[in-house]
C-alpha cells in the first residue's frame, strides 16, 4: 500500500440517467435516407446552418433582402456561379466586397484567368505588375470619377458594355445587367492596382465612398428579417458594415431583428465582433461557419435550393 491517502468514494450522490437533462438525443441524429437539408443532424453547426438556411428562405418569401459581402478568396474558388445563380433567382439582392474582389473578377471576365504566384513574383519585384489588369481597372475608375459613379458599378458597366469574353462568370457585370447593386469599399494600398502610376487616390477615394453611402442606403431595409452574409472577407468588410450600421441607426431608421453569418476558413475577431455579435445584440441572431469557401458556398446554395423546391 503506498504512503499517500486516497479519498473515499463512498457515499457519492448519484441519479438516473433517464432523470437527467441531455444534449444529445436520437431524434437530433443525421438521417442518410433523407434529402440533404433533413439529412443533417440537429446539432451544433449543423444546427445552425438549417436555422441560418430557414432565415434567408423566409426572408426571400417575405420581401426581405439578403446582402452578400465577399473577399478575394470566393472569386479564386471558382465560386461565382453559385452566386450568380442566387442573383437570378432573386436572392441576393445586394453585394459589397473589398478591392481584390474587383481584381479577380475583372481578369477572370476579360482573361479568363486570375490569381498569380505571390511568392515567386515577389522576389523580383514582379508581383501585381499586370498592365492590362492595373492600368484597365485604373482607367475605368478616373472615368467613373468623372461621371460620378460608383466603383462597383463602373467596372460593371465596363465589362458588359465592352463585350467582356467571360461575362456570364462576372459577379460585376451581372450584378450591373441584373440591377443588383454592388459596392467596393477599398484600402488605399492593399490593391496591386494602387502599385502604378495609373491609380488616381481622388478617384479611388470617391467612387467607393460614394459605394459606401449606397450600402448604407442599401442596409436600412435589414430591419425585421433581413440577412446579411460574409463570405471570406476577414478584415475589410466587418469594419464597413459596422460603420454602416451606425450611419442608418444614427440617421433614424430602424435596425433591429435581422440575421447574420460569416463563412470563413478561420475564426477571426473582427468578423465575429462586428457582423456576427455587435449589431445583432438588440435583435435577431449571428451565426459563423467555419470550412472551406469551396465546400461552404455549394453547401448553403444547394441547401437553399432545396428548401425553395419543397416550399
Not at 433567382?89 to 484567368?113: P, Q, R, W, Y
Not at 484597365?136 to 472615368?143: A, E, L, R
Request: one cysteine or more; aromatic letters at 10%.
Amino acid at each position: 500500500m503506498g504512503k499517500f491517502k486516497e479519498i473515499s468514494l463512498t457515499g457519492l450522490k448519484k441519479y438516473s440517467v433517464l432523470d437527467r437533462s441531455s444534449k444529445v438525443h436520437i431524434t437530433d441524429f443525421a438521417d442518410p435516407e433523407k434529402a440533404l437539408f433533413k439529412s443533417m443532424p440537429n446539432i451544433l453547426a449543423a444546427a445552425d446552418l438549417k436555422v441560418l438556411v430557414d432565415r434567408c428562405v423566409t426572408a426571400f418569401q417575405t420581401g426581405k433582402p439578403i446582402f452578400l459581402a465577399l473577399g478575394g478568396h470566393v472569386i479564386k474558388c471558382g465560386l461565382a456561379p453559385f452566386i450568380i445563380k442566387m442573383m437570378e433567382m432573386g436572392l441576393i439582392k445586394g453585394l459589397s466586397s473589398n478591392g481584390s474582389v474587383v481584381i479577380h473578377d475583372f481578369e477572370i471576365a476579360m482573361f479568363g484567368k486570375t490569381s498569380e504566384d505571390v511568392a515567386t513574383a515577389l522576389e523580383d519585384g514582379s508581383f501585381g505588375m499586370a498592365s492590362e489588369t492595373c492600368d484597365g481597372i485604373n482607367q475605368i475608375i478616373s472615368q467613373a470619377y468623372d461621371e460620378e459613379l460608383g466603383y462597383g458599378e463602373a467596372v460593371g458597366k465596363y465589362l458588359v458594355e465592352n463585350y467582356a469574353p467571360n461575362l456570364t462568370l462576372s459577379l460585376l457585370a451581372m450584378a450591373y445587367k441584373m440591377n443588383i447593386p454592388f459596392t467596393v469599399h477599398v484600402a488605399v494600398g492593399t490593391d496591386i492596382v494602387h502599385q502604378h502610376e495609373t491609380a488616381d487616390g481622388a478617384a479611388i477615394g470617391e467612387c467607393s465612398l460614394r459605394d459606401f453611402r449606397i450600402l448604407c442606403n442599401q442596409l436600412k431595409d435589414l430591419n425585421e428579417g433581413g440577412v446579411f452574409l460574409n463570405f471570406g472577407s476577414a478584415v475589410i468588410m466587418p469594419e464597413v458594415f459596422l460603420k454602416a450600421i451606425t450611419v442608418v441607426r444614427n440617421l433614424g431608421f430602424p435596425l433591429n431583428n435581422f440575421y447574420t453569418a460569416v463563412f470563413d476558413m478561420n475564426m477571426h475577431y473582427r468578423p465575429r465582433t462586428n457582423i456576427v455579435h455587435r449589431p445583432t445584440l438588440s435583435g435577431g441572431k449571428g451565426f459563423y461557419f467555419v470550412g472551406h469557401h469551396e465546400i461552404m458556398l455549394p453547401l448553403f446554395f444547394n441547401l437553399i435550393k432545396e428548401k425553395l423546391t419543397d416550399a
